[in-house]
Each structure stands twice: as C-alpha cells, then as structure tokens.
C-alpha cells in the first residue's frame, strides 16, 4: 500500500500526464469532431512538424 509521501510523489512526476487525460476528457465531450479521425491526422501532422525543427 502506498502511503501518502508516495501519492504526492507519483502525483509530482505524473501532472503534466494528468493534465492532458483531462484535456483529452473535456474537450471530447465539449467537441463533436474532437476524436474524429481526420483530426487526429490533423494533431499527428502538427506534431511530427514541431519535432522536426
């Protein structure tokens, strides 16, 4: 069992994880095209030429 010394730093290393789950949640319950296909090949596109600089 973890106590509370390990959840706040599970929680300390994992934010920025846990942020973005609740992004992805929010937005593709606000957004009907969130979690389309087309807009996940629109996402991967702007990705892959942010990682190419």
Known sequence: MLDRKDYR???AK???L???LLMVLVFSL???GFLSRDNFWTVMRQISV???R
């Open 18 to 20: 846990i942020a973005l």
């Open 30 to 32: 606000l957004a009907d």
């Open 9 to 11: 730093t599970l929680l």
């Open 50 to 52: 942010n990682l190419c």
């Open 14 to 16: 994992s934010h920025s």
